[in-house]
């Protein structure tokens, strides 16, 4: 009896995998593609040592020749500005190694083959949504991160981080637009993180 459930379970744990393979290329061609995503973001921080979570709010723009834009407006005001080599806050810049880069613009941007170079993934594909886990390769990462899992539909709708010290942060996508063209003040903001 033992035996079998022993095989039971890994016949679950290999048909998982297989899916995730199988859903990998089915999800990406299910996403919305276009040069520009923004929307609205709320934030959850969940910390061990706080009983409630810490909670921001915002704005993200996305465009795939730029990078990205996450303007916190709750609640505290702040900017993060993120292109494939660099990561600019208001207290300046930052080395960006070069797989977080590729990670939001492969997150936002649709891309999700990228991802299987910095990570191993297994997922589910149902006929309304899907969920991806990113468990990292890199073992620096690893000493960080324990996962990544990422939600959605058409498009990106949820990504949960699971660190390894037992925190989790949960971030939920709204209002999400593919406007044709940025608008002036996220030009500027773009023009602010260009070589």
């Not at 973001?41 to 020749?65: A, E, M, R, W």
């Not at 709750?74 to 993060?80: A, D, G, K, M, Y």
């Not at 990113?134 to 990504?159: A, N």
Request: hydrophobic share 40%; with cysteine.
């Amino acid at each position: 009896m033992i035996l079998l459930r022993a095989l039971l379970l890994a016949m679950l744990a290999i048909s998982q995998c297989i899916a995730g393979e199988i859903a990998l290329p089915d999800i990406a061609k299910r996403l919305v593609k276009t040069p520009i995503t923004q929307g609205n973001f709320q934030q959850q921080k969940h910390l061990k040592v706080l009983k409630k979570p810490l909670i921001s709010t915002g704005s993200f723009t996305y465009d795939q020749n730029k990078g990205v834009i996450w303007k916190t407006l709750t609640p505290v005001e702040s900017i993060l500005l993120v292109n494939e080599s660099r990561l600019l806050t208001e207290q300046g810049e930052q080395a960006v190694p070069a797989a977080f880069g590729k990670v939001f613009k492969a997150m936002l941007g649709g891309d999700l083959a990228q991802l299987t170079d910095g990570f191993t993934i297994t997922g589910t594909d149902q006929l309304t949504s899907w969920q991806l886990e990113l468990t990292p390769k890199d073992e620096m990462l690893r000493k960080v991160i324990s996962t990544m899992v990422l939600s959605g539909d058409t498009e990106l709708r949820g990504l949960e981080i699971r660190e390894t010290g037992g925190n989790i942060t949960r971030i939920s996508f709204t209002h999400i637009m593919h406007p044709e063209k940025l608008t002036a003040e996220q030009e500027a903001d773009f023009e602010r993180i260009s070589p």
